[in-house]
Structures are given as C-alpha cells and as structure tokens.
C-alpha cells in the first residue's frame, strides 16, 4: 500500500478510530481456566464471525491424529493487506502439558479486537501491523491432556510411535492410571529401615527427602503410576512417542543420538512443519512469541553455546524488550536459552530468527516464586495447595497392591497443577504476557520517510537526499537476515525521473556518500536500524514532482512526494 507514514498521521488515526462493531455478539471466554480444543476452536471461529473483516481464521496443518492447526489472522483491512505490514507471529502449546500459552493466545485475540479504538497505543500499533496467532501447535497430544489420565509433563510428545527402550516395540508399557481417579500421579514404598533411599519430611509428612550422610531410609520413590506391561523389568519405559517438537525445527537441528526427543530429520511430523511453512509463506515477521511453561523466564536464542553468537545490532534489540519484559512479568528472568535453562536444538525461536531474521523469544509462563512467601520449597508449594486452593491440587496417598512391587500407596499433584496456575492467578498470567507481546509489537520497526534536502547541480540535475526514520526497538533488517542473506534487502526507488546514482549517505555534513555501482534506480539498503535513521540519495535529472518509495520485506512499503525545484 503506498502512503506517507508519518507520526502524526498515526496519532490521528488511532485516536480518531471508532471500535469495531461486531456482526454478531464474539465470544467472552473466562480467563480463569484452560479450554480443552473443542471450546478452543469454538471460540476462535466465534471471533472469525464477529469480525469478518479483521479476522481470518485457516487450517494451516493436521495434527498427528487429523486435529487442524488453527491460524488467526488480525489486521486492519483499511490500512492494508496483512502481508504488507510488519507481523508478529505468537503460538502455544508446542508442547501438549505446556496447556495455558493457548489460553494466552486466545486473551491476546480478545483484548485487541475489544480494545481496538478505545486504547490509543493499541490502536495505533493494530493500524499498522499484522498479528498472526497459532493458539494450539501440538493440537492432537493437547486433546489427549483433557482427555485421557495425564501428569503434569505428560503427553507433551508429538503423536508418534517410537521404540524409547529399543525392544522391537512401540510404546508398549505406557504410564498406568492404576488407581482409576483419571490422574497419573506417583508411587512410593515403604521399606524395612535401611533399605530405602527416602525418609518421610518431618515438616509434611505427604513429603519426602533424600537420606544424607549417616541416615538411613525407609521409602522408595517409584516414579509415576504404571506397571511393567511388558514384562521386561521396566516400568513405564515405553510410553507413546517421545518426539519433543521444540526440537525438530530445521535451524540447529541434531539428531537423537546428540539430543533426546528430536525426529529422524527436520520437521518431519507435521506440526513443527506446518509451523516452519506458515514462516516461508509470510516472510513480513519479524517478531516471534512462542509460549511454553514453566519458570518464569523470558528466553531469546541461541539455544545451544555451538550456535554462532547473535550480532550486537540485534542483541541490543533483544535487551530491549526482554529487560523490559523483566518489570512487566514478576519473578521472570530474561537470558539466553542455553545458559539459563539448558541446551536445546532446533527449537522454533532459533528457526524463526536463524532462518527468517525474526526477532523470537520463548516465555516460560508461570514461577513457582508467585506461589507462597516468593519461596519455591517443596514444603511451601504444598502450603499453597492447603491454604490458597483448600487441598485441590494434591490427591493424597492410598495405598495400592501392585502386581510387581507389591504393597504401595499412590498420590502427588494431579496433572493440572503446577504448571498451569490456578484460576485466581491465571488471568494475570495471561494479561501480563499478552502485554509483553504488545510490547514486543510495538517495536515492529516503523519507518518514516522524512523531510528531502533537494539541492540543484546543474541543469535539470537534482541532489536528493531524504532520511528514513525507525523509530521503535527492532530494525527493518535484522543483522543476521543480512549476513547469511535469509532474505532481500530493503528497496528505495524514484519514480518521475532518471536515477543517474544513488546511495546511501554516510555523513551528511561532508558530504560522504557511498555509492551504489549498479542500477543506481533500485537503490538496496541493508535496512534502516532499531531507533535509528538511513539517508538516502539520489543523483535525479528532471523536473516537477518524483515519488520516492521505501519497500521493505518486513518493515511495508511508503512513499513520499518530493517536489524538484
């Protein structure tokens, strides 16, 4: 779309934009809870019906059971097509247990469409880029969290059949809901004193801790609810999959042997590719949130130390937000993947910015520092479950004659807890992060093209030089889309006159301008930086009025008129 984007302009469409005015009533989901897929999908397609113009909503994959990956698309259809603008592109639930970045997602649809015309900022930001939002990647295994007995971290594989104990079966000796109360907690023994490796936690006695030094224990700790199905000596080693999608993503990649959970080969099952394909087909993001949990971190790249360092231009785009990102979210630590949570390859913030020059960040929702006292004890975790939920999260201890270990008990936190947070503190989660992303999007890069300085040379000759502001965090080029050239570089172009040079400017008051060798009429220029300027210039013969025009892949496109006289 070609217009003139001025500040001013901006501050008069948002202020003077009326909301939108919904063809039917949306949805007005409650935020104090997580929606299994089917209340999920209603409420998208809600969205998509109330805001026909605003919202497009697509299946962009399948599941690994035929579950469609739902794609929402918001942007103002008045101010342009959603690939003509700065993009942000937001998703949760990679991970299936990882449950409440799809309700983040959907929180981040509500608030915007509602808050449209009514929040200046906002407004101004919606008028002027594109938000792309997948509530629900690893949508099949996510169903099955809902559906099935499930644990805190389980399922979060991808649908898949692979041989984890490498006994020429497929997940045979699956966890075991032996007690029939729909959740997969965890066993423990008690034991003649000496022979166990626990002792019960004089403080709770629901607890228990290691024996050190001269003690001596009398529990076993089991691990989780199951029984040696297939009569190897194991327990639960078996269970569906386990392929982890945020490590099957194609930049970074390694295979199983270096790392646990990844596929045979780069986006191989269809969720992380049908992530990867979205990217390729819309090449204007260049701001990426991936929602996971848990830890309150707030995470950037690279994920791995072997990975090359990120250039300092886009670092410092980075610090930005993510330092910001730090007083937004409580208790949340901004860093790099792989020295504050652990090595990961091939996941989808290294994908997104290794391979589209997208400026990605993980968070990981929800800190056990928020529970009771900011202390994340086991003792005090199990306070809060007493005083502030009145013992819902906990399924206490029973005992249970198992087939192979015999007299047991069962009991821990159910699979909805820990992770996710509860309800009273779930919708500050979800407003709280959804405002990050804001954040985030607000530093899509905004280019300004400014006021020319036209100086006449000769007859019918013009020296132009016009600046090009960018006046947010995240630059129309990242530094690592030039250096492995992921994409094409910005373009400037004069319509109206013959181009007889052109380049870019490197110092106004002396006059220094580096020159572009050939076809001075399609001026290339390596972006215009985070909070920063490029100054064009143009060597023009002719007369009357040119239009200068600025393209760029992910900042849009402007122009300006520029009178020769």
């Not at 739902?70 to 639930?93: E, F, R, S």
């Amino acid at each position: 779309m070609m217009r003139i984007l001025m500040s001013l302009g901006l501050a008069a469409m948002a202020w003077g934009a009326e909301p939108l005015k919904p063809v039917k009533a949306p949805p007005d989901p409650a935020f104090n809870r997580v929606y299994p897929n089917a209340e999920i999908e209603k409420f998208l397609r809600g969205y998509a019906e109330a805001y026909p113009d605003w919202v497009k909503l697509e299946a962009i994959g399948k599941g690994g059971e035929g579950d469609p990956i739902w794609a929402v698309t918001i942007t103002n259809p008045k101010t342009g097509a959603h690939g003509t603008k700065p993009a942000i592109y937001v998703d949760g639930a990679t991970h299936a247990n990882e449950i409440q970045g799809t309700e983040v997602c959907l929180y981040l649809i509500n608030y915007t469409l509602k808050n449209y015309g009514k929040l200046a900022r906002l407004t101004e930001l919606m008028d002027r880029a594109t938000f792309y939002v997948v509530p629900m990647v690893n949508v099949s295994s996510r169903r099955k969290w809902f559906t099935q007995p499930a644990t805190p971290s389980y399922p979060r594989t991808l649908i898949a059949k692979i041989d984890d104990d490498r006994d020429g079966k497929v997940d045979e000796d699956p966890f075991d809901d032996l007690d029939g109360d729909g959740e997969i907690t965890t066993m423990r023994k008690k034991v003649p004193l000496g022979q166990g490796r626990y002792r019960l936690d004089p403080r709770d006695a629901r607890l228990l801790v290691p024996v050190q030094g001269e003690e001596l224990g009398d529990y076993l700790m089991l691990g989780q609810e199951g029984i040696d199905n297939d009569g190897d000596g194991q327990v639960n080693e078996d269970p569906p999959g386990y392929v982890d999608p945020n490590r099957t993503f194609g930049y970074g990649f390694q295979p199983r042997y270096v790392q646990a959970g990844a596929s045979d080969y780069p986006l191989q099952y269809p969720e992380t590719r049908a992530v990867a394909e979205f990217g390729l087909k819309h090449p204007n993001i260049i701001a990426v949130q991936s929602f996971h949990n848990s830890g309150g971190y707030i995470l950037r790249g690279p994920g791995a130390r072997s990975e090359r360092p990120y250039p300092p231009s886009d670092a410092r785009s980075y610090d930005l937000i993510g330092k910001e990102g730090e007083k937004m979210l409580p208790f949340y630590k901004y860093g790099v993947i792989y020295s504050m949570l652990y090595t990961a390859y091939g996941g989808t913030t290294d994908h997104y910015y290794g391979r589209y020059g997208a400026f990605a960040f993980t968070n990981e929702l929800n800190t056990p520092k928020r529970l009771f006292h900011n202390d994340a004890t086991a003792v005090e975790t199990m306070k809060f479950n007493d005083e502030l939920t009145q013992g819902r999260q906990y399924a206490e201890w029973k005992p249970y004659k198992h087939p192979q270990y015999g007299e047991i008990e069962i009991g821990g936190f159910k699979h909805d807890t820990l992770r996710p947070p509860e309800g009273f503190l779930q919708e500050e989660e979800c407003h709280r992060n959804a405002s990050f992303v804001l954040f985030h999007a607000h530093h899509l890069p905004r280019l300004q093209l400014q006021e020319p300085a036209v100086v006449s040379v000769g007859p019918k000759l013009w020296r132009v030089q016009i600046p090009v502001l960018n006046d947010r965090g995240l630059p129309s080029m990242a530094e690592i889309a030039r250096i492995l050239k992921l994409h094409r570089p910005d373009i400037a172009t004069v319509q109206g006159a013959k181009v007889v040079a052109s380049g870019l400017v490197r110092d106004a008051y002396l006059n220094q301008v580096e020159y572009q060798t050939n076809r001075p009429e399609r001026l290339m220029v390596n972006g215009v930086p985070a909070l920063g300027t490029t100054t064009l210039f143009f060597l023009l013969e002719g007369n009357g009025e040119v239009t200068v025009t600025y393209e760029s892949v992910k900042a849009g496109k402007f122009s300006r008129k520029v009178a020769l006289r």
